[in-house]
């Protein structure tokens, strides 16, 4: 376990704090089960797992462990991992400011297609102002896929280069 990650087992849990975490923002995997992806908490988040399961391998030497439905975790600032989602989770979260008071309300950008929370990655068309997710970006097909073209991708709000796999990208260059 990482000095920089608390796990308080789901039995431990007290009512209190599902209370409070109940009124806090809502993670979802389920729309990407068994994603992989990197993540560093530049502040301290306190998380209450409603349901799924992953493994965290902290970065540097120290082992992986994992965290389920049920458990609180804190992550304390300057904490970073990767996540593997084994089973596709939801998770009730909170940042929190160095002198443990609440942080704001993160930024958020919701799906204009499906309605799923894609701050973390998603489209932007300028022709009508639209963010659109991945799963519904990468689905599109016909007339919307046209109505798509031109996105730009954008990483937690801001303009990304675009991730297109090898075969695509040595296509394009003959």
């Not at 209450?48 to 049920?70: N, S």
């Not at 940042?95 to 998603?122: K, M, Q, R, V, W």
């Not at 991945?134 to 919307?144: H, I, L, N, Q, S």
């Amino acid at each position: 376990m990482s000095d920089l990650a608390t796990v308080t087992p789901a039995s431990e849990v007290t009512e209190e704090y599902k209370e409070k975490a109940a009124s806090w923002g809502i993670w979802d995997s389920t729309d990407e089960p068994k994603k992989k992806f990197p993540y560093s908490y530049p502040k301290e988040e306190r998380v209450l797992i409603i349901c799924g399961k992953a493994t965290l391998k902290p970065d540097g030497d120290e082992p992986a462990f994992d965290i389920g439905t049920g458990d609180a975790v804190t992550f304390h600032a300057g904490f970073k991992c990767k996540w593997h989602v084994l089973q596709p989770m939801q998770k009730h979260f909170q940042l929190f400011e160095s002198n443990g008071e609440e942080a704001e309300d993160p930024p958020s950008i919701t799906c204009d297609s499906c309605g799923g929370e894609c701050f973390f990655e998603s489209y932007f068309v300028e022709e009508g102002e639209l963010d659109i997710c991945p799963k519904c970006y990468k689905k599109a097909r016909g007339a919307e896929k046209k109505k798509y073209a031109g996105a730009k991708r954008q990483v937690e709000g801001e303009v990304a280069p675009l991730e297109e796999p090898a075969a695509k990208t040595a296509k394009k260059r003959k």
